[in-house]
Protein backbone atom coordinates (compact mmCIF):
# COMPACT_ATOMS: atom_id res chain seq x y z
CA UNK A 1 0.00 0.00 0.00
CA UNK A 2 1.42 3.31 -0.99
CA UNK A 3 0.62 5.70 1.64
CA UNK A 4 3.25 8.48 0.78
CA UNK A 5 0.70 11.17 0.30
CA UNK A 6 -0.99 10.55 3.41
CA UNK A 7 -1.43 13.46 5.66
CA UNK A 8 -3.09 13.47 9.31
CA UNK A 9 -4.18 15.94 11.42
CA UNK A 10 -5.72 14.27 14.76
CA UNK A 11 -6.84 15.65 18.03
CA UNK A 12 -6.41 13.27 20.99
CA UNK A 13 -7.24 9.68 20.62
CA UNK A 14 -10.76 8.81 22.48
CA UNK A 15 -11.47 5.52 24.01
CA UNK A 16 -15.01 4.95 23.43
CA UNK A 17 -15.70 2.42 26.32
CA UNK A 18 -13.75 2.74 29.54
CA UNK A 19 -13.93 1.45 33.22
CA UNK A 20 -12.57 4.42 35.69
CA UNK A 21 -11.72 2.24 38.76
CA UNK A 22 -10.54 -1.10 39.98
CA UNK A 23 -11.12 -2.31 43.04
CA UNK A 24 -8.82 -3.01 46.48
CA UNK A 25 -7.82 -6.42 48.37
CA UNK A 26 -7.70 -4.53 51.33
CA UNK A 27 -9.51 -1.91 53.25
CA UNK A 28 -5.69 -0.48 53.82
CA UNK A 29 -5.47 0.04 50.02
CA UNK A 30 -5.38 3.19 48.80
CA UNK A 31 -8.92 4.37 47.02
CA UNK A 32 -6.84 6.46 44.43
CA UNK A 33 -4.43 4.00 43.47
CA UNK A 34 -7.14 2.79 40.64
CA UNK A 35 -7.89 5.66 39.36
CA UNK A 36 -4.43 7.17 39.11
CA UNK A 37 -2.57 4.27 37.28
CA UNK A 38 -5.25 4.49 35.31
CA UNK A 39 -4.57 8.18 33.97
CA UNK A 40 -0.56 7.45 33.98
CA UNK A 41 -1.46 4.66 31.40
CA UNK A 42 -3.76 6.95 29.50
CA UNK A 43 -1.45 9.03 29.44
CA UNK A 44 1.58 6.90 28.84
CA UNK A 45 -0.55 5.78 25.61
CA UNK A 46 -1.77 9.07 23.97
CA UNK A 47 -4.79 8.52 24.82
CA UNK A 48 -6.52 11.84 25.68
CA UNK A 49 -10.26 11.18 25.88
CA UNK A 50 -12.54 8.08 27.11
CA UNK A 51 -16.10 7.98 27.79
CA UNK A 52 -16.85 5.77 30.28
CA UNK A 53 -19.71 3.32 30.31
CA UNK A 54 -20.34 2.96 33.85
CA UNK A 55 -18.70 3.89 37.25
CA UNK A 56 -19.12 4.23 40.95
CA UNK A 57 -19.62 8.47 41.29
CA UNK A 58 -16.78 7.96 43.65
CA UNK A 59 -14.69 6.87 41.15
CA UNK A 60 -16.03 9.63 38.93
CA UNK A 61 -15.38 12.35 41.44
CA UNK A 62 -11.74 10.86 42.19
CA UNK A 63 -10.92 10.43 38.53
CA UNK A 64 -11.74 13.51 37.50
CA UNK A 65 -9.56 15.72 40.34
CA UNK A 66 -6.59 13.16 39.26
CA UNK A 67 -7.28 13.92 35.64
CA UNK A 68 -7.53 17.05 36.13
CA UNK A 69 -4.32 17.84 38.10
CA UNK A 70 -2.40 15.76 35.80
CA UNK A 71 -3.51 17.12 32.58
CA UNK A 72 -5.71 14.47 31.15
CA UNK A 73 -7.75 12.56 30.04
CA UNK A 74 -10.99 14.61 29.33
CA UNK A 75 -13.67 12.32 31.03
CA UNK A 76 -17.32 11.98 28.96
CA UNK A 77 -20.06 9.66 30.56
CA UNK A 78 -19.56 8.06 33.83
CA UNK A 79 -21.88 7.47 37.22
CA UNK A 80 -23.40 4.20 37.67
CA UNK A 81 -25.58 2.60 35.31
CA UNK A 82 -29.28 1.55 36.06
CA UNK A 83 -30.23 -1.47 35.97
CA UNK A 84 -34.20 -3.63 36.57
CA UNK A 85 -32.44 -6.62 37.48
CA UNK A 86 -30.73 -7.70 40.41
CA UNK A 87 -27.21 -5.56 40.91
CA UNK A 88 -23.77 -7.44 40.75
CA UNK A 89 -21.73 -4.14 41.06
CA UNK A 90 -21.74 -1.41 42.81
CA UNK A 91 -21.53 0.45 39.68
CA UNK A 92 -25.42 -0.49 38.88
CA UNK A 93 -27.77 1.33 39.96
CA UNK A 94 -31.33 -0.84 41.00
CA UNK A 95 -34.31 0.50 39.38
CA UNK A 96 -37.95 -0.34 40.89
CA UNK A 97 -40.02 2.27 39.48
CA UNK A 98 -40.41 5.40 37.29
CA UNK A 99 -39.73 7.32 40.36
CA UNK A 100 -36.06 5.68 40.73
CA UNK A 101 -35.68 5.90 36.86
CA UNK A 102 -36.55 10.22 37.14
CA UNK A 103 -34.54 10.51 39.80
CA UNK A 104 -31.64 8.56 38.46
CA UNK A 105 -31.88 10.90 35.21
CA UNK A 106 -31.82 14.07 37.15
CA UNK A 107 -28.61 12.62 39.11
CA UNK A 108 -26.98 12.50 35.31
CA UNK A 109 -28.07 16.18 34.91
CA UNK A 110 -26.97 17.58 37.65
CA UNK A 111 -23.76 15.66 37.59
CA UNK A 112 -23.40 17.60 33.95
CA UNK A 113 -23.14 14.30 32.43
CA UNK A 114 -24.69 14.17 29.34
CA UNK A 115 -25.28 10.22 29.04
CA UNK A 116 -27.03 7.29 31.46
CA UNK A 117 -25.92 3.83 30.75
CA UNK A 118 -28.53 0.89 30.99
CA UNK A 119 -28.25 -3.04 31.76
CA UNK A 120 -31.11 -4.62 30.44
CA UNK A 121 -32.39 -7.14 28.46
CA UNK A 122 -36.53 -5.97 28.40
CA UNK A 123 -37.47 -3.82 25.78
CA UNK A 124 -39.84 -2.12 28.52
CA UNK A 125 -37.36 -0.73 30.77
CA UNK A 126 -34.80 0.66 28.30
CA UNK A 127 -37.67 2.52 26.40
CA UNK A 128 -38.44 3.97 29.78
CA UNK A 129 -35.18 5.21 30.23
CA UNK A 130 -35.01 6.39 26.92
CA UNK A 131 -38.14 8.58 27.14
CA UNK A 132 -36.76 9.82 30.57
CA UNK A 133 -33.59 10.70 29.15
CA UNK A 134 -34.88 12.79 25.98
CA UNK A 135 -36.99 15.16 28.32
CA UNK A 136 -33.73 15.71 30.10
CA UNK A 137 -31.67 16.13 27.13
CA UNK A 138 -29.48 12.92 28.32
CA UNK A 139 -28.18 10.13 26.13
CA UNK A 140 -28.78 6.48 26.49
CA UNK A 141 -25.70 3.74 26.08
CA UNK A 142 -27.33 0.22 26.24
CA UNK A 143 -25.17 -2.87 27.46
CA UNK A 144 -27.72 -5.21 26.98
CA UNK A 145 -29.46 -7.77 24.74
CA UNK A 146 -29.29 -6.98 20.83
CA UNK A 147 -33.79 -7.47 21.33
CA UNK A 148 -33.34 -4.07 22.93
CA UNK A 149 -31.02 -2.13 20.65
CA UNK A 150 -33.99 -0.80 18.46
CA UNK A 151 -35.30 1.10 21.50
CA UNK A 152 -32.51 3.13 20.48
CA UNK A 153 -32.81 6.42 19.15
CA UNK A 154 -30.44 8.72 16.90
CA UNK A 155 -26.96 9.95 19.32
CA UNK A 156 -27.34 7.21 21.23
CA UNK A 157 -25.03 4.16 21.32
CA UNK A 158 -24.90 0.36 22.08
CA UNK A 159 -22.08 -1.21 23.92
CA UNK A 160 -19.99 -4.09 22.44
CA UNK A 161 -20.51 -5.22 19.11
CA UNK A 162 -20.06 -8.89 20.00
CA UNK A 163 -23.67 -8.34 22.31
CA UNK A 164 -25.41 -7.42 18.97
CA UNK A 165 -27.02 -11.12 19.01
CA UNK A 166 -26.86 -12.04 22.90
CA UNK A 167 -30.68 -12.51 24.44
CA UNK A 168 -29.63 -11.34 27.68
CA UNK A 169 -27.92 -8.23 29.37
CA UNK A 170 -25.60 -10.67 31.13
CA UNK A 171 -23.88 -13.69 29.65
CA UNK A 172 -20.85 -15.07 29.83
CA UNK A 173 -18.19 -14.06 26.90
CA UNK A 174 -17.78 -17.68 25.66
CA UNK A 175 -21.56 -17.94 25.43
CA UNK A 176 -21.92 -14.62 23.74
CA UNK A 177 -19.15 -16.15 20.63
CA UNK A 178 -21.03 -19.39 20.27
CA UNK A 179 -24.25 -17.64 19.38
CA UNK A 180 -22.78 -15.98 16.24
CA UNK A 181 -21.23 -19.53 14.75
CA UNK A 182 -24.56 -19.83 12.40
CA UNK A 183 -24.64 -17.88 8.68
CA UNK A 184 -27.83 -17.37 10.08
CA UNK A 185 -26.40 -15.48 13.07
CA UNK A 186 -23.78 -13.29 11.31
CA UNK A 187 -26.63 -12.03 9.26
CA UNK A 188 -29.26 -11.35 11.86
CA UNK A 189 -25.80 -9.17 13.63
CA UNK A 190 -25.37 -7.40 9.95
CA UNK A 191 -29.06 -6.54 9.23
CA UNK A 192 -29.16 -4.96 13.12
CA UNK A 193 -25.91 -2.99 12.94
CA UNK A 194 -26.79 -1.74 9.54
CA UNK A 195 -30.58 -0.54 10.86
CA UNK A 196 -28.80 0.92 13.99
CA UNK A 197 -26.36 3.08 11.77
CA UNK A 198 -29.04 4.08 9.49
CA UNK A 199 -30.90 5.35 12.52
CA UNK A 200 -27.51 7.67 13.78
CA UNK A 201 -27.17 4.93 16.62
CA UNK A 202 -23.35 4.13 17.35
CA UNK A 203 -21.80 0.77 17.84
CA UNK A 204 -18.56 0.58 20.05
CA UNK A 205 -16.52 -2.54 19.27
CA UNK A 206 -14.92 -3.84 22.45
CA UNK A 207 -13.54 -6.69 20.18
CA UNK A 208 -10.03 -7.61 22.24
CA UNK A 209 -11.39 -7.53 25.64
CA UNK A 210 -14.24 -9.91 24.67
CA UNK A 211 -12.01 -11.99 22.90
CA UNK A 212 -9.24 -12.11 25.32
CA UNK A 213 -11.79 -12.69 27.94
CA UNK A 214 -12.64 -16.15 26.28
CA UNK A 215 -8.87 -17.04 25.02
CA UNK A 216 -7.24 -16.13 27.70
CA UNK A 217 -4.40 -17.63 27.76
CA UNK A 218 -3.71 -14.52 24.26
CA UNK A 219 -3.39 -12.18 26.88
CA UNK A 220 -0.57 -13.75 28.93
CA UNK A 221 2.31 -12.02 27.22
CA UNK A 222 0.53 -8.55 27.00
CA UNK A 223 2.65 -5.88 27.25
CA UNK A 224 2.64 -3.61 30.40
CA UNK A 225 0.66 -5.92 32.45
CA UNK A 226 2.45 -4.80 35.42
CA UNK A 227 0.71 -2.00 35.26
CA UNK A 228 -2.67 -3.68 36.02
CA UNK A 229 -1.93 -4.92 38.86
CA UNK A 230 -2.65 -1.71 41.02
CA UNK A 231 -6.32 -1.43 39.62
CA UNK A 232 -6.98 -5.05 38.90
CA UNK A 233 -4.53 -6.97 42.06
CA UNK A 234 -5.72 -10.34 40.81
CA UNK A 235 -3.49 -9.70 37.52
CA UNK A 236 -0.83 -10.77 39.53
CA UNK A 237 -2.35 -14.67 38.76
CA UNK A 238 -2.18 -14.18 34.92
CA UNK A 239 1.42 -12.79 34.92
CA UNK A 240 2.12 -16.13 37.56
CA UNK A 241 1.10 -18.15 34.86
CA UNK A 242 3.81 -16.75 32.73
CA UNK A 243 6.50 -18.00 35.54
CA UNK A 244 8.03 -21.28 34.78
CA UNK A 245 5.97 -24.22 37.02
CA UNK A 246 3.73 -21.38 37.69
CA UNK A 247 0.96 -21.86 34.69
CA UNK A 248 -1.31 -24.27 36.60
CA UNK A 249 -1.11 -22.58 39.94
CA UNK A 250 -2.07 -19.40 38.41
CA UNK A 251 -5.11 -20.67 36.40
CA UNK A 252 -6.63 -22.11 39.50
CA UNK A 253 -6.40 -19.14 42.03
CA UNK A 254 -7.42 -16.92 38.28
CA UNK A 255 -10.75 -19.46 37.98
CA UNK A 256 -10.88 -19.21 41.62
CA UNK A 257 -10.86 -15.14 41.72
CA UNK A 258 -12.44 -14.32 38.37
CA UNK A 259 -14.47 -17.15 37.53
CA UNK A 260 -12.50 -16.98 34.07
CA UNK A 261 -11.21 -20.48 32.66
CA UNK A 262 -10.45 -20.97 28.86
CA UNK A 263 -13.17 -23.20 26.87
CA UNK A 264 -12.55 -26.97 26.10
CA UNK A 265 -11.94 -27.91 22.48
CA UNK A 266 -15.38 -28.52 21.06
CA UNK A 267 -16.54 -25.07 23.05
CA UNK A 268 -12.72 -23.18 21.70
CA UNK A 269 -13.87 -24.75 17.60
CA UNK A 270 -17.32 -23.41 18.52
CA UNK A 271 -15.93 -19.70 20.10
CA UNK A 272 -13.97 -19.43 17.05
CA UNK A 273 -16.26 -19.73 14.49
CA UNK A 274 -18.32 -17.39 16.20
CA UNK A 275 -15.20 -15.05 16.61
CA UNK A 276 -14.81 -15.21 12.48
CA UNK A 277 -18.52 -14.38 12.16
CA UNK A 278 -18.07 -11.45 14.17
CA UNK A 279 -15.26 -9.87 11.99
CA UNK A 280 -17.21 -11.13 8.79
CA UNK A 281 -20.10 -8.66 10.22
CA UNK A 282 -17.67 -5.93 11.54
CA UNK A 283 -16.23 -5.63 8.35
CA UNK A 284 -19.29 -5.85 6.57
CA UNK A 285 -20.92 -3.20 8.32
CA UNK A 286 -18.18 -0.64 8.94
CA UNK A 287 -19.33 2.12 6.27
CA UNK A 288 -22.77 2.14 7.09
CA UNK A 289 -22.62 2.26 10.78
CA UNK A 290 -20.43 4.66 13.67
CA UNK A 291 -17.85 2.23 14.90
CA UNK A 292 -16.89 4.24 18.00
CA UNK A 293 -13.23 2.21 19.22
CA UNK A 294 -13.77 0.91 22.71
CA UNK A 295 -10.97 -1.07 24.72
CA UNK A 296 -13.66 -1.86 27.54
CA UNK A 297 -10.41 -0.88 30.07
CA UNK A 298 -9.58 -2.01 32.67
CA UNK A 299 -10.23 -5.57 32.16
CA UNK A 300 -7.66 -8.70 32.78
CA UNK A 301 -5.06 -8.51 29.66
CA UNK A 302 -7.04 -5.02 28.91
CA UNK A 303 -4.41 -1.92 29.67
CA UNK A 304 -5.80 1.40 29.34
CA UNK A 305 -4.43 2.63 26.59
CA UNK A 306 -2.28 -0.06 25.08
CA UNK A 307 -4.78 -2.13 24.33
CA UNK A 308 -7.37 0.71 23.11
CA UNK A 309 -3.87 0.82 20.35
CA UNK A 310 -4.52 -3.20 20.02
CA UNK A 311 -8.22 -2.34 19.31
CA UNK A 312 -7.56 0.01 16.60
CA UNK A 313 -5.13 -2.60 15.06
CA UNK A 314 -7.37 -5.21 15.02
CA UNK A 315 -9.75 -2.63 12.98
CA UNK A 316 -7.48 -1.60 10.75
CA UNK A 317 -6.49 -5.69 10.02
CA UNK A 318 -10.64 -6.10 9.32
CA UNK A 319 -9.91 -4.09 6.03
CA UNK A 320 -10.91 -0.94 7.44
CA UNK A 321 -8.81 2.23 5.70
CA UNK A 322 -5.97 3.66 7.58
CA UNK A 323 -8.46 7.12 7.40
CA UNK A 324 -11.36 5.18 8.57
CA UNK A 325 -9.14 3.93 11.91
CA UNK A 326 -8.21 7.49 12.48
CA UNK A 327 -10.99 9.08 12.25
CA UNK A 328 -13.09 6.59 14.17
CA UNK A 329 -10.35 6.83 16.84
CA UNK A 330 -10.26 10.50 17.27
CA UNK A 331 -12.51 13.12 15.38
CA UNK A 332 -15.20 10.83 14.52
CA UNK A 333 -15.53 9.95 18.15
CA UNK A 334 -15.08 13.07 19.58
CA UNK A 335 -18.03 14.66 17.34
CA UNK A 336 -20.28 11.75 18.45
CA UNK A 337 -19.37 11.99 21.73
CA UNK A 338 -19.80 15.92 21.52
CA UNK A 339 -16.02 16.01 23.58
CA UNK A 340 -14.39 19.08 22.86
CA UNK A 341 -11.02 19.59 21.68
CA UNK A 342 -8.65 21.00 23.24
CA UNK A 343 -6.49 22.85 20.84
CA UNK A 344 -2.87 22.27 23.48
CA UNK A 345 -3.48 18.83 22.23
CA UNK A 346 -3.15 18.21 19.11
CA UNK A 347 -1.32 16.26 16.66
CA UNK A 348 -0.12 17.11 13.68
CA UNK A 349 1.41 13.71 11.56
CA UNK A 350 4.47 13.76 9.40
CA UNK A 351 3.93 12.11 5.92
CA UNK A 352 4.28 7.87 6.21
CA UNK A 353 6.86 7.03 3.83
CA UNK A 354 6.13 4.58 0.89
CA UNK A 355 7.52 1.70 2.41
CA UNK A 356 6.04 2.38 6.36
CA UNK A 357 3.46 -0.27 7.78
CA UNK A 358 0.19 1.31 7.92
CA UNK A 359 -0.57 -0.30 11.40
CA UNK A 360 2.80 0.53 12.63
CA UNK A 361 2.27 3.93 11.88
CA UNK A 362 -1.18 3.74 13.49
CA UNK A 363 0.87 2.26 16.56
CA UNK A 364 2.99 5.18 16.79
CA UNK A 365 0.38 7.94 17.36
CA UNK A 366 1.45 10.06 20.62
CA UNK A 367 -0.81 13.02 21.78
CA UNK A 368 1.45 15.80 22.84
CA UNK A 369 0.30 16.80 26.65
CA UNK A 370 0.23 19.99 27.63
CA UNK A 371 2.27 21.61 30.30
Known amino acids: MNTSNIQHTVGPMVDC ?10 LTDSVVAAPTAIVEALGRHGVGAIHSTSSTWEEYWSFRQIAAESG ?20 LRWIRSQGDIRRAVATTRSEDRAWITVQSSSPDFVQAVLTEAQK ?21 MFLGFVRLLSRSAVSHPLDTLVEWESPDGVQRA ?3 AQRLGTRGVGITTELVSHRRSVFIREGLNTPFLETL ?14 RTGGYLAGKRELKKSTGLA ?3 RQLAKRAQDGWNGVLEACEATHQSVRLLPGSRAPQITTVPGYSFKEELAMLAHLGCSLDYVLDSATAGARTFLDIPEDAEQRLISNETGQDDDPTRYLLSLRVATSQ
Open 17 to 26: SMGLGGYRER
Open 72 to 91: GPVVSGGGAAVTDELPASHR
Open 136 to 156: NDVRVALRGSGDCADCLAEGD
Open 190 to 192: RQL
Open 229 to 242: EPILPHTRHIREMN
Open 262 to 264: EPN
